[in-house]
């Protein structure tokens, strides 16, 4: 079974402040996906990155981070000196094999940038 | 590339109604095609896979029956609510898989169904 937890319900932070959203995974899968995906309040799902379970180098674009450490089954997304347009909700998911399988989605974190 | 068109964006419908919900990937086969529910505040759940031309397999707990997926040509899913109750009301989102094995999904934009 594949489980993806997003502890962080609801993260508010003044803008221009760094905020890191924590993603912990659970599964028995050797080859796996996890990704991370923005919801703005429109509703459609943006994607913001792909990454297998072979590659933990941390990937870096923009303001946008991701730190990737097999050793705690951990996927954590941190944006820097955040804009009020990041505000939205945030998902992480999982997907076995070769990513293209079903997607298991973590419960999400609201996040807000205070102006 | 990889867009899929999901329509529409917002209907409201009577109870006891059908409403269907389209999903086309405009620049892209895609073979299989998932479909989520999401309710305010909370996270997407799958309700089921539709593979081209194939019978849907629902997740557990999801009626076949009330939720009708079809999935007839390589561009085309649909999702039909039948007989929409209050309950029924939510968010619901199709994802294509991108044949390609390093492009993963690409998802339609949504639908949110109120049932009055």
């Known amino acids: 079974a594949q489980k993806v937890t997003q502890a962080q319900t609801e993260i508010s932070v003044v803008e221009k402040e760094d905020v890191t959203l924590d993603c912990v995974y659970e599964?028995?899968?050797?080859?796996?996906?996890l990704f991370w995906y923005k919801q703005p309040p429109s509703g459609e799902l943006v994607f913001l990155i792909r990454?297998?379970?072979?590659?933990?180098q941390n990937e870096i674009s923009g303001r946008y981070s991701w730190n990737f450490q097999k050793s705690t089954s951990s996927f954590n997304f941190t944006i820097t000196a955040s804009q009020v347009v990041d505000s939205a909700v945030y998902f992480c998911?999982?997907?076995?094999?070769?990513?293209?399988?079903?997607?298991?989605f973590g419960t999400g974190t609201r996040l807000t940038i205070i102006p | 590339g990889a867009v899929v068109s999901q329509h529409p964006s917002r209907v409201i419908c009577k109870s006891g109604t059908s409403v269907k919900i389209e999903c086309r990937s405009l620049?892209?086969?895609?073979?299989?095609m998932f479909w989520y529910r999401q309710f305010p505040k909370k996270s997407l759940m799958l309700m089921a896979t539709?593979?081209?031309?194939?019978?849907?397999?629902?997740e557990q707990g999801v009626e076949k029956d009330k939720f009708l997926i079809n999935h007839a040509s390589l561009t085309l899913s649909t999702l039909t609510v039948t007989s929409a109750h209050p309950e029924d009301s939510s968010f619901y989102i199709c994802?294509?898989?991108?044949?390609?094995?390093?492009?993963?999904?690409?998802f339609g934009s949504g639908t949110r169904l109120t049932v009055v």
């Open positions: 994802s294509a898989r991108l044949n390609r094995v390093n492009y993963g999904y690409t």
């Open positions: 599964t028995r899968d050797t080859t796996y996906y």
């Open positions: 990454r297998n379970s072979f590659d933990e």
């Open positions: 998911a999982l997907s076995p094999n070769f990513g293209n399988e079903k997607l298991t």
């Open positions: 620049d892209f086969q895609a073979t299989t």
């Open positions: 539709s593979n081209e031309g194939s019978k849907a397999t629902y």
